[in-house]
């Protein structure tokens, strides 16, 4: 499973919204997630992929900048 499916799957997971109707390159706002909800979704995919966002750029807010940010993360960490 690539990390944008994964990632689909989680945000599917905590707040019910349908995989199938998450744009990759959609604003994460498009979705109702307000910047409380996006925390919480950097939290989760923080313990999901075993990673550190603390520095996560505020310019990351398509589900396809951050799963290049995590692909990012992991290959430095390997």
Do not use: Q, R
């Amino acid at each position: 499973m690539s990390t944008l499916e994964e990632l689909k799957t989680l945000i599917h997971k905590s707040y019910g919204i349908d995989p199938a109707t998450l744009k990759a390159d959609a604003p994460l706002a498009e979705y109702g997630l307000d910047s409380l909800a996006l925390a919480e979704l950097l939290f989760s995919v923080e313990d999901h992929f075993d990673l550190e966002l603390s520095d996560t750029p505020a310019t990351v807010s398509t589900l396809a900048g951050l799963a290049t940010l995590i692909d990012t993360l992991k290959a430095s960490k390997a």
